[in-house]
């Protein structure tokens, strides 16, 4: 198995649901589930963010990898 580092998120999301086991027929909705999770946080991280900021505005965390990923969901 590659490490985190070493591949794409969403990869690394399909790999997440294939391991926790999932049948192919909620595979998709897993999939989705996770995405919208992993979405939800980087606008959460993103607003924690704009709050410590003296501008109050930030950028979205950039997430380019797998362990981006596993850090987030």
């Known amino acids: 198995m590659s490490n985190a580092l070493g591949i794409g998120p969403a990869v690394m999301i399909n790999r997440l ?23 939800r946080a980087v606008l959460t991280r993103q607003a924690e963010a704009a709050d410590l900021s003296p501008d109050g505005e ?16």
């Open 17 to 39: 649901v294939h391991e926790a086991g999932k049948a192919g027929a909620t595979h998709l909705a897993e999939v989705a589930r996770l995405r919208a999770d992993l979405d």
């Open 58 to 73: 930030a950028r979205a965390p950039v997430v380019s990898s797998g362990a981006d990923v596993d850090r987030l969901v």
